[in-house]
């Protein structure tokens, strides 16, 4: 008996193989791995995810005009909810698998998942990533920021910065008929110039009609591995980067199992954006 392959990629019925088909299949006869059709996003969701984003990112623009030392991340999700429904969203992360908050507040060697508490009060010389996802008419929208609390100090300020050089620099890697692999390999160049841990046990994702879809975007790894990333896909980059080992662990005090910490407790920064592959490269859609 022959053992063959499925494949994931076909052609609609009844028409000639597009461009975009032919394309697609080059790689997936090469033994690459591709994504389905329903990966790649009609002009229709693509509007209602670009709708999404906009409330998401001015959710994040609402932190930032309110973030400040003395407060509480119980504060931040307040803001974060309420902005949220205002404009008639809702928040993903609200209940979602458990998470019992709106959004993500990781402070210091947080690396991500940090549950907004009343005790967690903002410090001086902090640095905090809000993470936050939105729902709205049924389309997802993801992104998180650094916020710099006052002044901090010179080491921690470097790590914010490569933090966000490496999402800027995996969004260049990706290019129309690149391989996710590219994205990881990039990041993970840059970031040990600086001698930092890029987190492995995490990753970006699809995003779009679910909060996670494929594919998974590792942000370390080989150029021309992974999936093929094919105009329509609509994806996260969110590098995690260490200040000094790339390892993390779950905080056993955290009753709800969330939170993620680096492994030797120093610092982490993570930056994110929503991406829309086009023809050209990719489109913002949420920061």
């Known amino acids: 008996m022959m053992f063959k392959k499925k494949r994931r990629w076909h052609c609609l019925s009844g028409q000639e193989p597009t461009e975009l088909d032919k394309k697609v299949m080059y790689w997936e006869n090469k033994g690459k791995e591709v994504p389905t059709r329903d990966l790649i996003r009609t002009p229709e969701e693509i509007e209602g995810i670009k709708r999404s984003g906009i409330v998401n990112t001015g959710v994040l623009d609402e932190v930032a005009k ?30 979602y698998e458990g998470y019992p908050k709106s959004v993500c507040t990781s402070i210091n ?113 080989h150029r021309g591995t992974g999936m093929l990333l094919v105009p329509g896909m609509v994806f996260t980059i969110e590098p995690m980067i260490n200040m000094g080992t790339w390892q993390v662990f779950i905080d056993e005090d955290d009753e709800y199992g969330w939170e993620v910490i680096t492994g030797d407790e120093k610092p982490s920064a993570q930056w994110e954006h929503t991406f829309l592959m086009t023809e050209h490269g990719v489109e913002i859609l949420t920061h």
């Open 66 to 95: 309110q973030i400040h030392a003395g407060m509480n991340t119980l504060e931040i999700d307040k803001i974060c909810y309420d902005y949220c429904v205002d404009h008639g969203a809702t928040p993903a992360c609200l209940n």
């Open 109 to 221: 060697e947080v690396v991500c998942h940090g549950i907004p508490k009343e005790e967690d009060v903002l410090q001086e010389g902090d640095i905090v990533n809000v993470d936050f996802t939105t729902i709205l008419d049924g389309y997802f929208a993801d992104a998180s920021r650094m916020f710099i609390i006052g002044k901090t100090t010179p080491e921690k300020e470097q790590l914010v910065r490569v933090a966000k050089e490496c999402l800027e620099i995996g969004a260049e890697a990706a290019k129309p008929y690149s391989f996710v692999g590219d994205i990881g390999h990039a990041i993970q160049k840059h970031a040990e110039k600086y001698h930092y841990g890029v987190v492995r046990d995490l990753c970006g994702h699809g995003v779009g009609l679910k909060f996670h879809e494929e594919p998974e975007v590792l942000h370390f790894g």
